[in-house]
């Protein structure tokens, strides 16, 4: 994690986030942008890296765009499902924390996942310990772990495990 | 070409709104913390994309950036939420009673006995 390619890369992302936001190439505003992007860089280093531990094979990249495309249908369907229930004058609710199991292994895998089940249909990620993630579900349809896991975890991981490991 | 844009672009900022209402109209009509970050989370997130599609297509020169801002949005809402849920849980808020099962405090207990 700590390698000079992976502090470059977040280096470089930083810099060229800020080019981007600032849309100006004046001597003052790159400057600063330098300084921010360094100091940005020595502080968070060991912190998570969207790219670079993202496996760059072609089957990764693959993975990558049917995840978002899975990913954007699933937070529609998510805003669907729950303008039903805000709009429904009996509120039908059955909520519950239920427990789930992943087989992600890498940590970028496994922030993904709890990111994509929180805006999924009626889905909280409250607590993580391990390989064991605590949701919140709207809609309890099943309170079992295999059963649970089939139904919320799996659509993702099935992209996660091919990306991230 | 324009106004067929700029149409699109109303459509979107339309469509943006009516889920932040939706989301806001969650808030309000949930029974307890966890419900309400569960609207709460859905509708801001698509809202506010949907949003700034919009704007996108009504100042295409923009794009690059709200696109930008709109990928920060996608990774920082929910981990807003996630840290929200985790702490109210920790800290004994109050579920609806409609809850069924909880295995986080179920577990818990377990741990302490």
């Given amino acids: ?165 | 070409m324009e106004s067929l844009l700029a149409f699109i672009g109303g459509v979107l900022l339309v469509a943006g709104a009516a889920f932040l209402l939706l989301g806001g109209l969650g808030l309000v009509r949930m029974p307890d913390v966890f419900n309400r970050i569960q609207a709460g989370t859905k509708a801001t997130t698509l809202g506010t994309l949907l949003s700034l599609a919009g704007i996108a297509c009504l100042q295409p020169a923009w794009a690059l950036k709200l696109a930008l801002i709109g990928l920060f949005i996608l990774f920082t809402n929910p981990l807003s939420s996630h840290v929200l849920a985790r702490a109210a849980h920790r800290g004994g808020a109050e579920k609806s009673p409609l809850t069924g099962v909880d295995r986080l405090a179920d577990d818990r207990r377990g741990d302490q006995a």
């Fill in chain 1, 1 to 165: 994690m700590t390698g000079t390619r992976d502090m470059t890369l977040l280096f470089a992302t930083l810099f060229g986030f800020w080019v981007l936001l600032n849309g100006s190439l004046a001597g003052d505003v790159l400057l600063v942008g330098l300084i921010a992007a360094f100091l940005i860089t020595l502080l968070f280093r060991n912190s998570l890296a969207v790219v670079s531990e993202l496996r760059m094979t072609p089957r990764a990249l693959i993975a990558a765009v049917g995840y978002v495309l899975f990913f954007a249908r699933e937070l529609v369907k998510s805003n669907l499902n729950l303008a039903g229930i805000v709009l429904s004058p009996a509120l039908p609710l059955n909520p519950g924390i239920v427990k789930v199991r992943t087989r992600l292994k890498s940590r970028m895998g496994r922030l993904l996942l709890a990111n994509s089940i929180t805006l999924t249909p009626g889905t909280l990620t409250v607590d993580i310990d391990g390989e064991w993630l605590y949701i919140h579900w709207v809609t309890v349809d099943s309170a079992d772990i295999e059963a649970a896991t089939a139904a919320i975890v799996s659509g993702f991981e099935d992209y996660l495990e091919v990306m991230y490991g």
